[in-house]
């Protein structure tokens, strides 16, 4: 697919083409983001010179480790962990934790040059950074989980703090992952300091509302696109994909909101239920069981289940991929909105390749890219990060409000960028315009650092 390219920014994206050779997801992201930018420079001359688009591309810091580790037979394993600290111009790095054989250097960066972008538009003072293990936690019992966790957190405690960098969750890593790698902290360190982690338990310094942030946080986005085209949930069939902490809180709050959502999946299927997904029994068999949804039609005996098929092949109005990256292509696109598919809102990240992007920018339907959809998450982080601070806990409805302001703050501020630079309904101009702005300016702000 052909690259759309300002000319100044052209030879930049060359250079990190040059400099990463083999990381395709990183390459990915970086070239969504720079398609955007040839306007900033016009009307910023200045980030040229200073060189901040170049700067913006190349980590601060990249931190790659061994984890050895003991599994349940006594078998030593060994694992691969990685720290991207991608900018701290805003803020300490922040970003989640990722455990998935997939995980490799690309995918890090990837992750973590969006996030410098998302935490940008949350107006919050956090910079960005991922991390994560091609550890599988899949199949491993409670203790092998531990033994991991431990040794992964022996060596990256040295790299954190709540002035230097903040992991949370992401793929494979939830509340249990969290509290063991909170634990060790507080062993090595010797020091119980809440803000150098979030997505903790809430009865030991965690916020309530982190856990269902990213899932309420998009639908409030895709709320507001529709709202901006004088529309709403209500009555709507929608499609989520994934069946993990961003998909099963993107369902409640979307049934909250009047929709209807009829399939969720796991990387061996998905599952199609006309009624509307049943959310207390898919809580049960995926947050309690820690089952795979397959099982759900044990329980629902009029759904389908799908194993390996293609969930985008179900007709619906919105969209909501909150599984993994590239799970919605051109073809993919195109049948969503053949189908009547009317919004997009990107839970997971990067979830639609470029040839999908250009399709619902075509279509001229509302489409929210993750880094402004899917913010709500490491917004509530932040915000949980201002309550250890304060060494204070706010409440279910206050934390929810504060974090429905975000999402709309954010939601009109990607909008007026997009009218402000002549491509009005572009989200994806808006997000990585705004996003890059604020990045930018405290970059020019410090000097050559
Ligand atoms: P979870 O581990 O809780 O759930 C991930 C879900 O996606 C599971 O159903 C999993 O199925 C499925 N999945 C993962 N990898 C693949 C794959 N390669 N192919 C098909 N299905 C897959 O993760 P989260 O819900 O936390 O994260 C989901 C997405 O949201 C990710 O892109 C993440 O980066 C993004 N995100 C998460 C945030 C958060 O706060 N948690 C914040 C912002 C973005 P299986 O069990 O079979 O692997």
């Not at 803020?91 to 934790?97: D, I, M, S, T």
Request: charge should be negative; glycine fraction near 12%; hydrophobic fraction near 35%.
């Amino acid at each position: 697919m052909a690259v759309n390219m300002d000319e100044k920014v052209a030879p930049i994206f060359q250079e990190v083409l040059n400099r990463n050779p083999g990381e395709i997801e990183f390459h990915q992201a970086t070239r969504e983001v720079l398609e955007s930018l040839g306007p900033v420079l016009v009307k910023h001359p200045e980030f040229t010179h200073h060189k901040i688009i170049e700067r913006i591309c190349e980590p601060e810091r990249q931190i790659i480790f061994r984890v050895p580790w003991r599994d349940d037979k006594g078998e030593v394993q060994i694992n691969r962990g990685f720290r991207v600290e991608f900018n701290s111009a805003l803020g300490p790095y922040k970003g989640g934790l990722r455990f998935h054989p997939s995980v490799y250097l690309g995918i890090i960066k990837f992750l973590g040059f969006e996030q410098i972008f998302k935490n940008a538009l949350t107006g919050l003072p956090i910079g960005g950074g991922k991390g994560g293990s091609d550890f599988d936690p899949k199949g491993k019992s409670d203790d092998e989980i531990m033994s991991f966790c431990q040794s992964f957190m022996t060596e990256l405690y040295r790299h954190l703090g709540e002035h230097t960098d903040v992991p949370a969750g992401d793929i494979g890593v939830g509340g249990r992952e969290i509290g063991y790698m909170f634990g060790q902290y507080k062993r090595i360190t010797n020091r119980w300091e809440a803000g150098m982690l979030t997505g903790k338990g809430t009865d030991w310094g965690g916020s309530l509302v982190r856990t269902e942030a990213t899932g309420y946080g998009a639908t409030f986005f895709v709320d507001e696109m529709l709202k901006a085209r004088k529309d709403t949930f209500g009555g709507k069939v929608c499609s989520v994909s994934g069946s993990g902490n961003v998909a099963i809180y993107t369902i409640e709050k979307i049934h909250e909101l009047g929709g209807k959502v009829v399939t969720c999946s796991d990387s061996n299927g998905y599952i199609y239920d006309e009624k509307g997904i049943d959310l207390v029994l898919l809580q049960q068999l995926k947050e309690v069981e820690r089952r795979r949804i397959k099982d759900y039609l044990q329980y629902r005996k009029h759904a389908q289940y799908v194993a390996k098929g293609n969930i985008w092949e179900i007709p619906c109005q919105v969209a909501m991929p909150s599984a993994t990256q590239n799970e919605i292509n051109g073809a993919d696109a195109e049948m969503l909105v053949k189908n009547g598919c009317i919004a997009v809102g990107e839970g997971a990240n990067m979830p639609t390749t470029p040839e999908g992007v250009k399709v619902f920018l075509d279509a001229q339907i509302a489409y929210g890219p993750g880094k402004a959809a899917n913010a709500g998450g490491v917004a509530t982080s932040a915000l949980e990060m201002q309550q250890n601070a304060q060494r204070d806990s706010w409440t279910f409805e206050y934390t929810e409000k504060r974090l429905q302001d975000i999402m709309k703050h954010i939601h009109e501020l990607c909008y007026e960028t997009a009218i402000e630079y002549g491509t009005p309904g572009n989200y994806v101009n808006g997000a990585n315009i705004a996003g890059f702005i604020r990045v930018a300016k405290a970059m020019v702000a410090f000097g050559v650092v």
